[in-house]
């Protein structure tokens, strides 16, 4: 286990008041991994390849997992959501497109606040799933270490799935016939997709065979998993040592979120310490002078593959911080990979107190970074997104248009709103138009 984190300042951490967490990460530590060391050690090769332009990374997933929405069709259709954004970008572009989900061990959410007020109540703030309950109840929001051991079995079910669908070729494009929408969905985007399935299914049966240049890597099948490395004595519970290296095997890949990723953090000193690939968000309240500081603490040997900046700057200040951010990295030859997490920094919440995103504000930051890095001549290697494979009201606009008064319909997340299934695919096609439009103007 790594100790040195222990020394830090640590933030959004659980106050568990039970004598119950030693023995609970005890049991942790003892149950099997949820991630294996070479898999780690494979993803960390593809975003390197990703970061100098062979690649292009789809990352995405709910905003929490939670408890009571698990079961095997809602964990297929989030892996289906992925998989169709995937099978759109890399037809239209031949691009190899990695796949990672949020997913099996995102249950714990940093908040603002450590309280919420309701009709003169006051309680602790919902924390995520791992920590304590959504129900707004003394007993639900109490921080109960028992909750890490059904994150770690609810995360190990799901990865026992992904696995099942993988083995048995539900995750490959041969089988992409089984990824299609219902003819009765009559969207534009449903269309443009099944019109494209079809079309991808229709080479592979006439060149009998995944070999085809016109969709590189078709074999690799594999979707990778991620959560933001929170609650650091849960992730301490994972390390495996390997050659004098360590491991977390909680997930291929760890981020560090906004609020904790300070110079002095515990959080950044955890993560300096593993070998997992490791996403670095940045918001709006970046100090500009901590990312060499940064790159140098968690990636001293600047490898490829090791450090992702997830830019989450909103479109009113992206145009301002990215390209700052872009020259000190070319200035100091850091080796990083540029993501753009398009949701968080457009968060905005209606007259009704309802939390929601703009899709046409999602499209823009996604424009912007794309615009800002092809400026700089630097790789946008991919989007992070917070999505389902439902049918939700959670952002406005998109193709069929929601708006305020429609949110209520069938707004589902336990924190933050996502996109659609169908918004999603929007995403995907507007992807792959930014994508190939980059590769023209360098041709």
């Known amino acids: 286990m790594i100790q040195e984190w222990k020394n830090k300042k640590i933030l959004q951490q659980p106050n568990w008041k039970s004598q119950e967490i030693s023995l609970v990460l005890r049991q942790i530590k003892d149950y099997p991994n949820l991630v294996s060391i070479e898999e780690i050690k494979i993803l960390k090769q593809h975003l390197s390849n990703a970061a100098q332009g062979n690649g292009f990374i789809i990352q995405g997933g709910d905003c929490a997992e939670t408890f009571i929405d698990f079961n095997a069709d809602m964990i297929e259709n989030k892996l289906k959501t992925l998989l169709q954004m995937s099978a759109i970008i890399q037809y239209i572009t031949k691009t190899n497109i990695i796949r990672i989900g949020r997913i099996a061990g995102q249950f714990f959410k940093p908040r603002t606040s450590e309280f919420e007020i309701r009709n003169n109540t006051k309680l602790p703030a919902y924390r995520g799933d791992g920590i304590n309950s959504i129900e707004f109840s003394k007993h639900g929001r109490q921080h109960n270490p028992k909750r890490l051991l059904q994150a770690y079995h609810q995360s190990a079910a799901t990865m026992n799935l992904i696995r099942n669908l993988t083995m048995t070729g539900y995750t490959s494009i041969n089988n992409i016939k089984s990824w299609n929408f219902s003819p009765l969905e009559k969207s534009e985007y449903v269309k443009k997709y099944n019109m494209i399935a079809n079309q991808i299914q229709d080479i592979l049966t006439f060149?009998?065979?995944?070999?085809?240049?016109?969709?590189?890597?078709?074999?690799?099948?594999?979707?990778?998993?991620?959560?933001?490395?929170?609650?650091?004595?849960?992730?301490?519970?994972?390390?495996?040592?390997?050659?004098?290296?360590?491991?977390?095997?909680?997930?291929h890949m760890l981020w560090v979120g906004d609020r904790t990723r300070f110079i002095n953090s515990a959080?950044?000193?955890?993560?300096?310490?593993?070998?997992?690939?490791?996403?670095?968000?940045?918001?709006?309240?970046?100090?500009?002078?901590?990312?060499?500081?940064?790159?140098?603490?968690?990636?001293?040997?600047?490898?490829?593959?090791?450090?992702?900046?997830?830019?989450?700057?909103?479109?009113?200040?992206?145009?301002?911080?990215?390209p700052k951010l872009i020259e000190l990295v070319q200035k100091n030859n850091l080796n990083i990979l540029w993501l753009c997490d398009p949701m968080h920094g457009n968060t905005i919440t209606t007259d009704k107190g309802i939390k929601t995103r703009n899709f046409d504000t999602i499209k823009k930051e996604i424009e912007m970074f794309f615009t800002i890095h092809n400026k700089y001549n630097t790789i946008p290697g991919g989007l992070h997104f917070e999505l389902t494979g439902d049918s939700v009201t959670e952002c406005i606009g998109g193709i069929k248009n929601i708006k305020d008064d429609d949110l209520e319909e069938y707004y589902q997340t336990a924190c933050d709103p996502r996109l659609n299934n169908e918004q999603s695919l929007e995403m995907a096609f507007l992807t792959a138009e930014l994508l190939q439009k980059r590769r023209n103007n360098s041709e």
């Not at 950044?268 to 500009?288: C, Q, R, S, W």
């Not at 790159?295 to 479109?315: A, E, H, V, W």
């Open 267 to 322: 959080h950044i000193e955890f993560v300096a310490h593993i070998e997992n690939p490791v996403g670095i968000k940045i918001g709006p309240t970046i100090n500009i002078d901590d990312i060499l500081v940064l790159c140098k603490k968690i990636n001293p040997d600047n490898q490829y593959g090791k450090i992702s900046f997830i830019t989450r700057l909103g479109i009113n200040y992206i145009e301002d911080i990215l």
């Open 207 to 251: 060149t009998h065979n995944g070999n085809n240049s016109l969709f590189p890597n078709l074999s690799y099948n594999t979707v990778f998993t991620s959560h933001e490395a929170l609650v650091l004595d849960y992730e301490n519970a994972f390390i495996n040592p390997y050659q004098e290296k360590y491991y977390n095997c909680s997930a």
